[in-house]
């Protein structure tokens, strides 16, 4: 099998249509954006940097898959994961699945809408509750906030922030 038979069976035209509803959630992502990032250290200090993200329909239209690449190519990735996102009838949510195989970073969500946010809690590869939201947006920009904490008693700390447009 080669890379665009790979490609052409795992892309999609569009969201499946017993769920197309469901599908706009995350359906509004889908193209090409870049980021400004800010990584909130845990020394108080910040680091900034840029990327970019792609976003489509996979699965028969059944999920959304997106790559996220930090910095811009060609410059060497120090991010270089995939989110796939699932519709759950069953739940009302979105399974969320990240993996960064470069930084071994992975982490298991399920997202929701709250109010005008896409909200997505869960936990990370090292057992860390994880909380990230898609907050301000609108059809070409939207401010993610990726947040942790030890247990649900501490308070949510901001790790990374990325300012994202469409390209």
Known sequence: MTISTFLTALGSDGPVTEYAKDMELYGWLIGSW??????????????????????????????????????????????????????????????????????????????????????????????????WRFTEITANSFHWIGEERSLESDPWQITFEHFVHRT
């Open 34 to 131: 870049e980021m400004e990032t800010i990584h909130h250290l845990h020394d108080g200090t910040k680091q900034n940097s840029t990327g970019e993200i792609h976003f489509d329909w996979v699965l028969e239209g059944r999920a959304i898959q997106d790559i996220w690449i930090r910095p811009k190519r060609p410059a060497p990735s120090t991010m270089y994961g995939t989110t796939l996102r699932v519709f759950d009838p069953e739940i009302g949510g979105w399974h969320i699945i990240w993996s960064d195989p470069l930084n071994q970073d992975y982490s298991r969500q399920i997202g929701r809408a709250e109010g005008k946010d896409i909200v997505q809690l869960g936990e990370d590869s090292r057992g860390l509750k994880a909380r």
